[in-house]
């Protein structure tokens, strides 16, 4: 099993500030088959990136996704007050598919 | 546009079978894409719980395997969850979500809205 090591656990920034969001994989991820999620309070996680950095269907540019092998970042640019949510990351090239333990992005 | 709705009782009592359905809607189960089952219990982060292809194939996770089927019915455009002998450990809101990838694996762009289930006597 692929485990995922997100960190930092908990970011505390500002609007308008540059995030930085990390996923370590104990196991190199097939083929970057590594996605990043967005989770707010009460509803089901919505897909950022797929493809390690591949943006899906109607994601502003502001949310880009990096890295290969072992190490992958999701970075977003510019925060708008809507960005503040748990961040998650998955790999997905292996069974079983794995979730890294999210980072909670919060207002500074 | 396919979405997913998740339905099934919101308490279970402990040692009991858990069941959930997810109903396909906007389109065909049987397009060529898997199926999966997540899980998150209260405060928590994201658990995969297995998924299952049109055809019947399936893979779980090997922490629940011993627990769990997967089940599609094609005619219904649905596919279900079973999860045996549950715990209060078993507590959490279940997604059923859609992996559309085609001759490949590929992240979950479509997710249930989610379904609180409690294992409590």
């Known amino acids: 099993e692929i485990v995922l090591t997100q960190s930092p656990a908990t970011l505390s920034l500002s609007p308008g500030e540059r995030a930085t969001l990390s996923c370590g994989a104990s196991?190199?991820?097939?083929?970057?088959?590594l996605a990043w999620y967005q989770q707010k309070p009460g509803l089901a996680p919505r897909l950022l990136i797929y493809?390690?950095?591949s943006r899906a269907t109607g994601i502003p540019d502001r949310f880009s996704g990096s890295g290969s092998g072992t190490d992958f970042t999701l970075t977003i640019s510019r925060l708008e007050p809507e960005d503040f949510a748990v961040y998650y990351c998955?790999?997905?090239?292996?069974?079983?598919?794995?979730f890294g333990q999210g980072t909670r992005l919060e207002i500074k | 546009q396919v979405q997913l709705q998740e339905s099934g009782p919101g308490l279970v009592k402990p040692s009991g079978t858990l069941s959930l359905t997810c109903a396909v809607s906007?389109?065909?189960?049987?397009?060529?894409?898997?199926w999966s089952w997540v899980r998150q219990p209260p405060g928590k982060g994201l658990e995969w719980i297995g998924e299952?292809?049109?055809?019947?194939?399936?893979n779980y996770n090997p922490s629940l395997k011993s627990r769990v089927t997967i089940s599609v019915d094609k005619s219904k455009n649905q596919f279900s969850l079973k999860l045996s002998s549950v715990t209060a450990a078993d507590t959490a809101v279940y997604y059923c979500?859609?992996?559309?990838?085609?001759?490949?694996?590929?992240?979950?762009?479509?997710w249930g809205q989610g379904t609180m289930v409690t294992v409590s006597s």
């Open positions: 196991q190199s991820v097939s083929s970057s088959y």
């Open positions: 998955q790999q997905y090239g292996s069974s079983p598919i794995t």
């Open positions: 979500a859609r992996d559309p990838g085609i001759l490949r694996k590929d992240a979950f762009d479509i």
């Open positions: 906007g389109g065909s189960i049987s397009s060529s894409n898997w």
């Open positions: 299952i292809y049109h055809s019947g194939s399936t």
């Open positions: 493809d390690a950095s």
